[in-house]
């Protein structure tokens, strides 16, 4: 799995839109885009994932760069429990082995 | 459905104490992982099973740690002669085993050794 990188930490105020950016340079053409998120004391959660065309589900949106080198999770408006660590993490398309996970982004929210 | 559960939730043990942790995946999914998560850090992967074979055990320290998956569900994950540096969250996670398929995540057990 290709490496990605992310900013240490964010913040956010409450009810606004955060968006959280990875670069993932050397992607190749057959890797997905994931991202996943660890509330305090949880397991990793999956948010939303992508190929190639921008993406959208009820937790968050994916928007992926036209030369795939970076992508953005939006979260449309900031709760109190999106606070979290989001990781972004490249998933080859004809592999379903292991998840390799970076540092990923402490997001706190502000209220 | 039900998600990942993993039992115990927290297990406290002695240096040179030997602990199972337990995974019970999601029904149906052929793949079952195990990572261990260290304060701060990223979850770290420990070893894979496609079934009840090992697919990757490459993510192991070392040989003090062991992992079965005898029936294709139920893991178990053993270590042997436990250490202070073996504490750290034990999370284990199942899949559907698809290409870039999504992993589903149990609440993990965090293991303290004193």
């Known amino acids: 799995d290709a490496k990605t990188t992310q900013p240490n930490s964010m913040e956010s105020n409450e009810e606004e839109p955060v968006h959280l950016p990875c670069n993932h340079s050397?992607?190749?053409?057959?890797?997905?885009i994931h991202w996943y998120r660890q509330l305090p004391s949880q397991g990793p959660e999956y948010v939303i994932h992508?190929?190639?065309s921008n993406v959208n589900n009820r937790m968050a949106s994916l928007a992926i760069a036209e030369d795939r080198k970076s992508s953005t999770l939006i979260l449309h408006r900031a709760t109190l429990r999106d606070a979290a660590v989001y990781y972004c993490?490249?998933?080859?398309?004809?592999?379903?082995?292991?998840?390799?996970f970076g540092p990923g982004t402490s997001l706190s929210v502000i209220p | 459905g039900a998600g990942v559960s993993q039992t115990p939730s927290n297990k406290v043990t002695e240096k040179g104490k030997y602990v199972e942790l337990r995974c019970d995946p999601i029904?149906?999914?052929?793949?079952l992982y195990w990572y261990r998560q260290s304060l701060g850090q990223g979850p770290e992967f420990l070893i894979y099973?496609?079934?009840?074979?090992?697919?990757?055990d490459s993510g192991l320290p070392n040989d003090r740690f062991f992992a079965v998956r005898p029936e294709g569900s139920v893991s178990t994950l053993k270590i042997q002669r436990t250490e202070r540096g073996d504490s750290a969250v034990y999370l284990c996670?199942?899949?559907?085993?698809?290409?870039?398929?999504?992993?589903?995540f149990g609440p993990g057990t965090r293991l303290t050794v004193l």
């Open positions: 996670a199942s899949s559907l085993m698809v290409p870039a398929d999504t992993q589903y």
């Open positions: 050397t992607i190749s053409g057959t890797d997905y």
């Open positions: 992508g190929l190639t």
């Open positions: 993490i490249l998933r080859g398309g004809t592999s379903y082995d292991k998840v390799i």
């Open positions: 029904s149906g999914h052929t793949a």
């Open positions: 099973f496609q079934g009840t074979g090992a697919a990757d």
